[in-house]
């Protein structure tokens, strides 16, 4: 279960940051730090007219030696040969729907993460791959709510690891602008989580 605010209480300074309200704050966040295109990905998701609030985030690479049987499931779920793919490079993005009415729904948030699928599917990244996963989250901006948040997982495979980052952060970039079209945006008279 996802729980909003957090705070890790075996890494201090490790906490929650609400980048809708506190933009600036984004220098709390060291994985931003680490990586400008998680950075970027995380301003867009939290932009005024995002459909979404940012929870938590990470990115790290994958070689073959510490990651040889994650390769290989990648590889075989993408079709890729073993000398397309030695190198990976993923990110997650913790989610939350700000429209009340979605974030409560299990099956309204399945029916978006749905059309996500479909629609990355035709993004030209070949040698990269979306998943999304649906989990209950309870969030406390002011009143507490339970509902449902999305994991996104954006992950790209190269025959080196600098490769590997770039087509990441290429899809990262993507799926973004996918999932700040049109289709996802707020309805302007329903209530949110965080107002």
Known sequence: MLVVPWAESDQPGMHFVN??????????????????DLARALR????????????????WP???????TELEAMRKELML????????????????????????SAHQQ???????????????HPESMVQCVLRPAMVD??????????????TSLSSDAELANRRWASALEDVVDLLRSRDFEVNRTSATIDS
């Open 62 to 68: 994958i070689s073959p030696r510490d990651g040889a």
């Open 110 to 124: 399945q029916d978006r993460l749905d059309r996500i699928a479909r629609r990355a599917t035709k993004l030209s």
């Open 19 to 36: 980048l809708r309200d506190e933009p600036y704050s984004i220098a709390e966040i060291p994985e931003a730090e680490r990586f400008p």
């Open 81 to 104: 040969f073993e000398d397309e793919a030695t190198f990976a490079f993923t990110s997650y993005i913790d989610l939350l729907w700000r429209e009340r009415a979605i974030f409560a």
């Open 141 to 154: 901006l002011g009143a507490p709510l339970e509902g449902f948040a999305t994991t996104l997982y954006v």
């Open 44 to 59: 867009a998701l939290n932009a005024n007219r995002s459909p979404f609030l940012t929870a938590k985030c990470d990115a």
